[in-house]
């Protein structure tokens, strides 16, 4: 979910490590840290790839650059590169860490127990209100922000983590990096300017949510053309009846169409359908024959 800006080269300074596969190292570590818990001795690239949730062929290529290629038909030794990736992580060292702004993302982030058992250790918490120095937040007594240069550099700290509103997290940053900060871990809703050197990586929440929702809202637009599909067909409407005047058979001969005779011999109407009037017209169309010598056509046709 962390995702930032650096402004170190595609690969790393020390080893030439690209920076897409020290993103993936801790995926790896975690992966391996939960096989050695359950005292598994190896596991091939492709158990590891699936539990890490990478493809084997990229795991491979990025163990070739710890040095580590596994032993064909056996795999990878699980303890050993559990050191190799902490080595190269730096895990292998205290790193102390402060927290700046005890709100209630700072406070959590402070009893997170996952800092200490990766080699984090929270050094110090920082906040601006004056009523919260003293007052122990995981055991730790916050410090009032005025404090921030000689906290750093009492305890040595080299990352910073800001859980600050937006509006004050640059003017923090600003004084992280001025007191000799190199890494910052950022949960604050905003882009933070740092010089060259400083290494910045951000955790946005909100984003987060909001890329879920729009896959949300793509899988329900997905969903809802399948649900017409698979919905049953409307039944016809039902036809209407409608009364048109039909030729009786006792008009007479050479009489014109459409002429009528005396009342009850020259037409009559019956109730007929609308679609079979249609097509009983349709029909009388097709078989019309070419007109008389008089241009007309008659009104009976010859058996």
Request: charged share 20%; glycine share 10%.
């Amino acid at each position: 979910m962390a995702t930032g800006r650096t402004h170190r080269p595609a690969t790393t300074r020390s080893r030439g490590i690209p920076e897409a596969t020290v993103a993936r190292l801790p995926l790896y570590l975690r992966a391996l840290t939960a096989l050695s818990e359950r005292s598994v001795p190896t596991v091939s690239s492709e158990e590891l790839a699936a539990a890490a949730g990478v493809n084997s062929a990229k795991l491979r290529k990025d163990f070739s650059y710890l040095g580590s290629y596994g032993t064909r038909g056996v795999g990878y030794d699980v303890e050993y590169l559990v050191y190799q990736i902490s080595r190269e992580l730096g895990l292998t060292q205290d790193w102390p860490v402060v927290i700046v702004g005890i709100g209630n993302l700072g406070a959590a982030l402070a009893n997170y127990g996952g800092f200490a058992s990766r080699g984090f250790r929270v050094a110090a918490l920082i906040d601006a209100d004056p009523e919260m120095a003293g007052r122990p937040v995981a055991g730790i007594p916050v410090q009032h922000t005025d404090e921030l240069e000689k906290i750093i550099s009492d305890n040595g700290v080299s990352i910073g983590v800001i859980a600050t509103p937006a509006g004050s997290a640059q003017q923090v940053c600003e004084r992280l990096v001025a007191a000799g900060i190199t890494s910052i871990l950022n949960f604050a809703p905003t882009v933070l300017s740092v010089p060259e050197g400083v290494d910045v990586r951000k955790v946005d929440l909100s984003i987060e949510l909001q890329i879920l929702a729009f896959h949300e809202q793509r899988k329900a637009g997905e969903e809802a053309p399948a649900e017409e599909e698979s919905a049953p067909p409307a039944a016809p409407p039902a036809a209407t009846v409608t009364k048109v005047p039909r030729a009786s058979g006792k008009t007479a001969a050479g009489q014109k169409s459409g002429a009528t005779g005396p009342p009850g011999t020259a037409a009559e109407t019956d109730a007929v359908p609308v679609a079979d009037a249609a097509g009983a017209a349709a029909g009388m169309a097709a078989k019309r024959p070419e007109a008389g010598p008089d241009g007309d056509v008659p009104a009976v046709m010859p058996a």
